[in-house]
């Protein structure tokens, strides 16, 4: 295979991290369950940081929670991470795949539209035309793929599914076979090779889990990934991700430590509802997740790198935070503006970043 990976946008965990995995498994000893790359430390190491190997932390917060979605791994159950939209679950599940099986492709994407053929198996028409049904026309999906090779499925947005699709999953769940019974012999009875699980998301604000049937809720083990409450570790993963974005676009601005410090403030005051000073702010209803604190950043240092001098200010930050609040509900508007007179305000009196900050709030009535 040709290397690409300077000219795709995003390269799998795997290949993405591909270093870091290798140095994994060179210092890897002890015990590993069968069909997985790596022990599950390693495994751990990967996703929370190994400083000694030049692993880096990938997932900020809770560590114990890590711990127990490779212990999940490992157990005849899947693994479905739930929580608000921007908490890092889908990255958690690419993470935890490139490290236990190598691969992170392996993946169904949940929609309203999913079929199960998508998930399970379908048919090359051509050849099946041609030569019925025989193993060469059958074209395998994600839980073929992952059950015949002992490899993580991920199945993103399960709840969005329609349920009878999801019900597809109990039976390979528990009886952890796939029947392919236009397929005569061993070919029609697909086992799964030892080293097979789901990783399952679903997020909290869209289609709920309640919808999801008791059947399938008891094949896995749910865990809540939650937004960070930590301003430090914000900040961090903030700096960390933002610099990696920026390099990866061949751009040498970076955000320096009071500007990300005001960006998290502003995020924490609108998520939280009151500031560190006590004053009350009312929420607005739009997503305000640590992923949208990235890219908040991320596309303020653009703007500073491509549009200014190269340094980013409050004023670049203000522009990205109105475009994430002011979504689709008019009221986030009134929030903002409220937001701008009895914090904003107040603080551009002490402080040039929020002045800049203040200065913005025309584009608020655009
Ligand atoms: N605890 C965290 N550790 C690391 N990154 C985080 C964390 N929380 C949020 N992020 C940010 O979120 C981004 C990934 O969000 P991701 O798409 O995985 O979220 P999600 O929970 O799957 O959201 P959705 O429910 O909308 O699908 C990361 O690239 C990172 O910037
Ligand atoms: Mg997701």
Known sequence: MTDVTGEILRAPAEVGYADELAALAAADGGDRPTGW???PRAVRAFVVGDPALGVTRKFYGDDALVDRCVVTLMSNRG???VGEPGTAKSMLSELLAAAVSGDSTCTVQGSSGTTDDQITYSWNYALLLAEGPTPRALVRGPLHRALAHGTVCRFEEVTRVQPEIQDVL????????????????PDGVVFAARGFNVVATANLRDRGVHEMSSALKRRFNFETVRPIR???LERRLIVEQTTGLLERADVSTR??????DLLVTAFHDLRDGVTQDGVVVERPSAVMSSAEAVAVGYAAALDAHYFGDGRVGGEHVARQLIGTVLKDNPE?????????DVVVAPRARRDRRWKAVLETRAELDR
């Open 37 to 39: 790359r790596l022990t």
């Open 79 to 81: 693994l479905l991470l």
């Open 170 to 185: 109990i039976g390979i769940m528990s009886d952890k076979v796939l029947h392919v019974p236009e397929l005569d012999g």
């Open 230 to 232: 930590d301003r430090d």
């Open 255 to 260: 955000l320096d430590a009071d500007v990300v």
């Open 332 to 340: 986030d508007g009134t929030k903002l503006r409220h937001y701008y």
